[in-house]
C-alpha cells in the first residue's frame, strides 16, 4: 500500500469538523464540572438548607470569576439560556423599559438573525430601525452611524465579530461615538468570546451578549452583561431570580461548566489564536490558488482567527457541503440557525456581492480539535469537488472583483 493511499484511508475514517461557529465540542474538563454540579452539587440556589446554599454559593463565585474576565461587577451579569435569549433581553428589554421615551434602534445588515429578527419585531410595535451598510468587507459604515445618531436614538447594537464571514468591528470605537451621545450601546460577543478581548470597559459597551456553546461549554447557558444604571424589563417573570431580571430557577451545572470554559478558553486565547490563525490562511491560501472563481468573503486580516468564508462560482453551497459531508468533513453554508432555506446568505449579499457568489458560499470554522492534516485532507478533495459539481452546473459566471 502506497503512502498516498495510506494518507487518504487514514484522513477518510476522521470525522473532520469544521463547523464550531455553530457549535463546539464540549472540552474534557467542562463536562467533568458539569457532571459534578449534576450529581454531587444539586440543591437549588434558591432552598434555604445545606444543598440549597452550597448551590447558590457556587454560583456567586462563578459570577465572580466571570467579572473578572470582563472587568466588571458580578452584580452586572445575568445568566440566560443562550446567545439568543441574552440577545433578545438586551434589545427588547431596553426598549419596553424606555417607555416610548426613545424609539430608534440602530443596527447593521449584517448582524446575527437574533438582532434582526428582534429589531423587526420590535419596528412592528412602532419603533424606528435603521440597519446601517458595511463595504466589501463587511465594515460597518461609522459616518453612516454618526449621520443617524440622535436625540431618539435608543441603542445601537453592533456584532463584534461575524458568525458567518469572521469579520471584526472596531467596537471600542463605536462604542466612543455612543457615549458621546448618550445612547446605550450592546455588542454580539457569542463568536468573539475565546478569540477577543472581553474587557467591558475598553470596549465601551452597556450590553454583551456571549453564549457557551460557541466556547466548549454547554447548550442551552448564556450570559448578557448589563452596565450598572442600565434600565432593563425583564422578559421573563417569576421568582426574580437573577437580580429580578430573569426569573427560573439557575442552570447550576450549566453555569459552572459554562465559566470553567471561559476560563479556559482565556488562559489558552494567544496561543490558540496563532495556531489557529496559520491554519486558517493556509486554508484560505490553498483555496484560492487551486480553486478557480473562488473568493474570499469578509475581510482579509480583521477577522477570526478561525473563520474561512468562501464563495465558488457556478456550484450550490448545498452541493457543496454533501459531497464534503460524504468525505467526512463538516463545514456549512453560513449561519446555523439558517441553514434549512436556501436563500443566500444576507451578510454575504449585504457586502454588495452578487447573488451567484451568495449561493455558493461555505464557511469553514475551524477550532481546538482541527490539526493540520485536517487542512491538507480538506485542500486535497475539494478542488475535485468543486470541478465536478462545475461540469454539471448550467451556470459560467464570469469572475469579477478579488479573487
Keep these: 500500500m502506497t503512502k498516498n493511499v495510506e494518507y487518504v484511508l487514514k484522513m477518510t475514517e476522521r470525522k473532520i469538523y469544521l463547523d464550531n461557529s455553530?457549535?463546539?465540542?464540549?472540552?474534557?474538563?467542562?463536562?467533568?464540572?458539569?457532571?459534578?454540579?449534576?450529581?454531587?452539587?444539586?440543591?437549588?440556589?434558591?432552598?434555604?438548607?445545606?444543598?440549597?446554599?452550597?448551590?447558590?454559593?457556587?454560583?456567586?463565585?462563578?459570577?465572580?470569576?466571570?467579572?473578572?474576565?470582563?472587568?466588571?461587577?458580578?452584580?452586572?451579569?445575568?445568566?440566560?439560556?443562550g446567545g439568543t435569549e441574552s440577545i433578545n433581553l438586551a434589545i427588547k428589554g431596553l426598549a419596553y423599559a424606555s417607555n416610548g421615551k426613545r424609539k430608534q434602534i440602530i443596527t447593521a445588515k449584517t448582524e446575527h438573525h437574533a438582532v434582526m429578527h428582534t429589531c423587526e419585531f420590535l419596528e412592528k410595535k412602532g419603533f424606528d430601525i435603521v440597519y446601517l451598510d458595511v463595504d466589501e468587507n463587511g465594515i460597518v459604515d461609522i459616518e453612516q452611524l454618526k449621520n443617524n445618531i440622535s436625540d431618539d436614538t435608543l441603542l445601537v447594537s453592533i456584532m463584534y465579530a461575524n458568525n458567518e464571514i469572521g469579520t471584526i468591528q472596531n467596537i471600542s470605537e463605536i462604542g466612543k461615538i455612543c457615549k458621546e451621545h448618550k445612547v446605550k450601546f450592546h455588542t454580539d460577543a457569542c463568536q468573539a468570546a475565546g478569540y477577543l478581548s472581553l474587557d467591558v470597559k475598553d470596549l465601551n459597551v452597556d450590553l454583551m451578549s456571549i453564549n457557551g456553546s460557541k466556547i466548549y461549554g454547554p447548550k442551552g447557558l448564556g450570559l448578557l452583561y448589563i452596565k450598572t444604571g442600565t434600565v432593563i424589563e425583564p422578559l421573563i417573570h417569576g421568582g426574580g431570580q437573577e437580580g429580578n431580571k430573569r426569573s427560573g430557577t439557575e442552570n447550576v451545572p450549566g453555569i459552572m461548566a459554562f465559566v470553567k470554559s471561559l476560563e479556559i478558553c482565556e488562559e489558552t486565547k494567544e496561543k490558540e489564536v496563532s495556531r489557529l490563525t496559520q491554519l486558517r490562511d493556509k486554508l484560505t491560501n490553498g483555496i484560492l490558488e487551486s480553486i478557480p472563481k473562488s473568493r474570499l468573503n469578509g475581510h482579509p486580516s480583521m477577522r477570526l482567527p478561525n473563520n474561512v468564508n468562501i464563495s465558488f462560482l457556478d456550484v450550490e453551497g448545498e452541493a457543496i457541503l454533501l459531497y464534503l459531508d460524504s468525505n467526512g468533513v463538516y463545514a456549512s453554508s453560513g449561519s446555523a440557525c439558517t441553514s434549512k432555506t436556501l436563500d443566500p446568505s444576507h451578510v454575504v449579499v449585504a457586502m454588495g456581492v452578487p447573488y451567484e457568489y451568495a449561493h455558493g458560499s461555505i464557511r469553514f470554522t475551524l477550532g481546538k480539535e482541527t490539526i493540520p492534516e485536517d487542512i491538507d485532507f480538506v485542500l486535497k478533495i475539494l478542488p475535485e469537488i468543486i470541478s465536478n459539481l462545475r461540469k454539471i452546473s448550467p451556470f459560467n459566471v464570469k469572475m469579477e472583483g478579488k479573487k
Design 22 to 81: 455553530a457549535t463546539t465540542r464540549m472540552g474534557p474538563e467542562v463536562k467533568k464540572e458539569f457532571d459534578k454540579y449534576c450529581l454531587e452539587v444539586y440543591g437549588n440556589p434558591g432552598s434555604f438548607h445545606m444543598e440549597g446554599l452550597k448551590a447558590k454559593q457556587a454560583v456567586a463565585d462563578a459570577r465572580e470569576r466571570i467579572a473578572k474576565i470582563l472587568n466588571c461587577k458580578s452584580s452586572e451579569l445575568v445568566f440566560t439560556s
